[in-house]
């Protein structure tokens, strides 16, 4: 149970040992540990699936690194952050802040480099949370936690995507 089912499977096919699936529907008590797929078809690791058919991650030092910013994507992301959290002025005395659903789509685009990018864990995808508040009418959301959130994602595009 230390080493991921995608290892496993690479070494018994390097090694030319037999294996077998064991519970392959993530759910119930052994859901936390056993299992590929859950009930509705999505998967907690499709790295596992594709080891299934023989495609492993190269670990080897000739691999190519990930550019998340290649296309400008990265710049571009992190402002629409910025420009999500910005109070602008509308007259005098008086500011408007953008909605939740605003923030939340600018702090997508960050969390679709870091995840595309392989640059955040995925035990637990920043895209979860995302939906979860989507999933919760705008009037439930914290919007200083989503602000934060969004701050945070930015921050790691900046630190992981702009070399």
């Known amino acids: ?22 519970n392959l529907i993530i759910e119930g008590f052994w859901g936390d540990i056993h299992g590929l797929v859950y009930p ?15 495609f492993y991650r190269k670990r080897s030092s000739d691999r190519i690194k990930v550019n998340a910013n ?11 952050v910025e420009d ?8 005098l005395f008086m500011s408007k802040q ?3 659903d605003d923030i939340l789509t600018a702090a997508e685009y960050c969390v679709n480099l870091l995840e595309a990018a392989q640059m955040v ?16 009418p705008e009037e439930e959301r914290d919007i200083w936690e989503i602000r934060r ?3 945070e ?8 995507c702009m070399f």
Do not use: C
């Open 84 to 91: 999500s959290l910005r109070v602008e002025p509308t007259t």
């Open 40 to 54: 509705d078809g999505t998967t907690r690791d499709p790295g596992v699936i594709a080891a299934l058919f023989g």
């Open 121 to 136: 864990p995925m035990w637990d995808p920043p895209s979860a949370q995302i939906e979860y508040w989507r999933s919760l």
């Open 1 to 22: 149970r230390a080493n991921p089912y995608e290892i496993e499977l690479e070494l018994a096919e390097k090694h030319k040992i037999g294996w077998y699936l064991f």
């Open 153 to 160: 994602m930015a921050e790691l595009v900046r630190k992981n």
């Open 98 to 100: 953008k909605t939740t």
């Open 149 to 151: 959130f969004a701050y």
């Open 70 to 80: 290649k296309e400008g994507h990265a710049y571009r992301a992190v402002r629409a």
